[in-house]
């Protein structure tokens, strides 16, 4: 029988825990709201990720590059954006708990219940006036709705008392300097994208760059969000990964199109379920889109974005030619229909922006798996986590079958050759069982064990995670089939 969602999350959550995937950030002083920190294995299942999505974006189309701007940047970038006036979210207090809440969400989760009751018309009557009021930055409105639909506290049984809802600007602001001063303020990034299109020229001319092109990046941004909900869902430090493609304006749509579904496609190589996603189309565009859409996943908590596809127009690109009076244009020498060069352009641009942290909680989730192994004679189970073998953070573990008798030499020597291409683990401690179940528990795609055959003949057992299948296979070909399943190629 499948658990209930709320009970496999609050599992996956412990599981991140007690096997070094995800920790509180400060835990030992009582933790730091919406701050994690990773662990030995969260770490490098999230390298993982990032080196998929690099050599998927990076290394498989030559027509897009990579960069690593500062997260400090001048503070006029920000006002260029629109993120000083607008990047805020409309927040509502309850008076009687004192608890603080986005009021768009609380009106999300109201429509999502009406979804989930089979009340569509009213789900969908709700969006449209909650749409209508943020488009028009109608507060009051806001509150009119979340006391329409008697909305009650989420964490509180008693009625609520709503305060007004009010903007939160979502941006950290600090000072730079020793001797700082209010025009010393700077700010830290909200999304990397901005890194990337003020260094959009410096990539084109010292790279020759012609377009269409794309600049990736992978970095920090770091939001202050009213509420923090849900895990590493909602972070106020994370990490995103985004790319930034360069078109001719009139062919930003067919471009859109076409970067909609490479990053869907991105995602189910990963062996997903396609019905765990699905597209949600914005309806309410943001100030600089002319479309957009996410990318969702079926968390145990429903769906959620993890992914968002923008065609943000030439909006950032003129709007910093604007503000740093430097010519944000490309001169596009190829030839129109009339046989003449398009001439000088502000290109448009398509953005896709994944959250590393999103992704990393949504593998966890697709990967967890508690397995009965009962017998009629005994009850046995195990806790696998069923990664692609290119995401596991240790790709195989070398166990001697006993500490003495030179097993555990042999399994070192064996080691060190395979770790110049794979990350390995050595573990001589317990039963050979147990062993297997602590790896089953990070996902390893392979144990070998090291016996005393291995001494005579230079072959071992190696034992399959998923299948728990074991065989005897000669040492020297071992690199070999690892490296066939933890080839970026199963991937890419
Ligand atoms: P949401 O509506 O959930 O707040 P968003 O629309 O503000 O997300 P974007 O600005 O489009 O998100 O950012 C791109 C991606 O960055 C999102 O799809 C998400 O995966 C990730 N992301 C955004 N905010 C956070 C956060 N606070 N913590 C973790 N990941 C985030």
């Given at each position: 029988?499948?658990?209930?969602?709320?009970?496999?999350?609050?599992?996956?959550?412990?599981?991140?825990?007690?096997?070094?995937?995800?920790?509180?950030?400060?835990?030992?002083?009582?933790?730091?709201?919406?701050?994690?920190?990773?662990?030995?294995?969260?770490?490098?299942?999230?390298?993982?990720?990032?080196?998929?999505?690099?050599?998927?974006?990076?290394?498989?189309?030559?027509?897009?590059?990579?960069?690593?701007?500062?997260?400090?940047?001048h503070p006029t970038i920000w006002k260029a954006s629109g993120h000083v006036?607008?990047?805020?979210?409309?927040?509502?207090?309850?008076?009687?708990?004192?608890?603080?809440?986005?009021?768009?969400?609380?009106?999300?989760?109201?429509?999502?219940?009406?979804?989930?009751?089979?009340?569509?018309?009213?789900?969908?009557?709700?969006?449209?006036?909650?749409?209508?009021?943020?488009?028009?930055?109608?507060?009051?409105?806001?509150?009119?709705?979340?006391?329409?639909?008697?909305?009650?506290?989420?964490?509180?049984?008693?009625?609520?008392?709503?305060?007004?809802?009010?903007?939160?600007?979502?941006?950290?602001?600090?000072?730079?300097?020793?001797?700082?001063?209010?025009?010393?303020?700077?700010y830290l990034r909200p999304e990397t994208a901005q890194g990337i299109f003020?260094?959009?020229?410096?990539?084109?001319?010292?790279?020759?760059?012609?377009?269409?092109?794309?600049?990736?990046?992978?970095?920090?941004?770091?939001?202050?969000?009213?509420?923090?909900?849900?895990?590493?869902?909602?972070?106020?430090?994370?990490?995103?990964?985004?790319?930034?493609?360069?078109?001719?304006?009139?062919?930003?749509?067919?471009?859109?199109?076409?970067?909609?579904?490479?990053?869907?496609?991105?995602?189910?190589?990963?062996?997903?379920?396609?019905?765990?996603?699905?597209?949600?189309?914005?309806?309410?565009?943001?100030?600089?889109?002319?479309?957009?859409?996410?990318?969702?996943?079926?968390?145990?908590?429903?769906?959620?974005?993890?992914?968002?596809?923008?065609?943000?127009?030439?909006?950032?690109?003129?709007?910093?030619?604007?503000?740093?009076?430097?010519?944000?244009?490309?001169?596009?020498?190829?030839?129109?229909?009339?046989?003449?060069?398009?001439?000088?352009?502000?290109?448009?641009?398509?953005?896709?922006?994944?959250?590393?942290?999103?992704?990393?909680?949504?593998?966890?989730?697709?990967?967890?798996?508690?397995?009965?192994?009962?017998?009629?004679?005994?009850?046995?189970?195990?806790?696998?986590?069923?990664?692609?073998?290119?995401?596991?953070?240790?790709?195989?573990?070398?166990?001697?079958?006993?500490?003495?008798?030179?097993?555990?030499?042999?399994?070192?020597?064996?080691?060190?050759?395979?770790?110049?291409?794979?990350?390995?683990?050595?573990?001589?401690?317990?039963?050979?069982?147990?062993?297997?179940?602590?790896?089953?528990?990070?996902?390893?795609?392979?144990?070998?064990?090291?016996?005393?055959?291995?001494?005579?003949?230079?072959?071992?057992?190696?034992?399959?995670?998923?299948?728990?299948?074991?065989?005897?296979?000669?040492?020297?070909?071992?690199?070999?089939?690892?490296?066939?399943?933890?080839?970026?190629?199963?991937?890419?």
């Amino acid at each position: 029988m499948s658990k209930p969602t709320d009970e496999l999350f609050k599992n996956v959550i412990s599981h991140c825990k007690e096997y070094g995937f995800v920790f509180q950030s400060s835990e030992i002083y009582d933790g730091l709201s919406a701050v994690y920190d990773y662990g030995q294995n969260g770490s490098e299942l999230k390298n993982n990720i990032k080196t998929y999505w690099w050599k998927s974006m990076v290394q498989m189309h030559d027509n897009i590059v990579g960069i690593d701007s500062a997260i400090f940047m001048h503070p006029t970038i920000w006002k260029a954006s629109g993120h000083v006036d607008g990047f805020s979210d409309p927040m509502i207090d309850n008076k009687v708990t004192n608890k603080r809440y986005r009021a768009d969400q609380l009106l999300e989760d109201k429509i999502a219940k009406y979804e989930a009751d089979g009340e569509a018309d009213k789900a969908a009557a709700l969006q449209t006036a909650m749409d209508n009021a943020l488009k028009a930055e109608d507060l009051p409105r806001l509150k009119e709705l979340i006391i329409e639909q008697d909305i009650q506290d989420p964490l509180s049984k008693d009625k609520p008392d709503w305060t007004d809802v009010r903007q939160f600007n979502l941006m950290f602001s600090t000072q730079m300097g020793a001797i700082a001063g209010d025009a010393d303020v700077v700010y830290l990034r909200p999304e990397t994208a901005q890194g990337i299109f003020v260094n959009y020229l410096n990539v084109q001319k010292s790279g020759r760059m012609k377009i269409p092109f794309g600049i990736a990046q992978i970095g920090k941004a770091f939001r202050n969000e009213v509420i923090a909900r849900q895990f590493i869902i909602r972070m106020r430090e994370f990490e995103q990964m985004e790319m930034q493609y360069f078109v001719r304006p009139g062919t930003q749509r067919e471009w859109f199109e076409k970067w909609k579904e490479a990053r869907l496609k991105w995602h189910l190589a990963l062996g997903t379920d396609a019905a765990k996603y699905r597209y949600h189309e914005h309806t309410k565009l943001a100030h600089y889109a002319d479309a957009a859409y996410d990318i969702e996943f079926d968390f145990p908590f429903g769906f959620k974005e993890v992914e968002g596809i923008h065609s943000r127009t030439d909006f950032d690109l003129s709007q910093h030619e604007k503000f740093s009076r430097k010519k944000m244009q490309y001169f596009d020498p190829e030839l129109d229909e009339n046989g003449k060069p398009y001439g000088n352009y502000i290109p448009y641009v398509i953005e896709t922006s994944i959250g590393l942290d999103r992704m990393f909680l949504l593998t966890m989730i697709n990967a967890y798996e508690e397995e009965d192994l009962s017998t009629p004679e005994r009850q046995d189970s195990r806790t696998v986590l069923r990664l692609h073998p290119c995401l596991a953070p240790v790709k195989a573990a070398i166990f001697p079958l006993t500490k003495k008798d030179g097993l555990p030499e042999k399994a070192r020597e064996i080691m060190d050759k395979l770790k110049l291409d794979f990350n390995i683990q050595y573990e001589e401690k317990d039963a050979i069982g147990k062993r297997y179940r602590r790896q089953d528990a990070i996902g390893t795609p392979f144990c070998i064990t090291v016996d005393h055959q291995t001494l005579e003949d230079n072959t071992v057992t190696i034992r399959h995670r998923d299948t728990m299948v074991q065989e005897r296979v000669a040492a020297d070909d071992l690199e070999k089939i690892i490296g066939g399943l933890v080839s970026w190629k199963n991937l890419l």
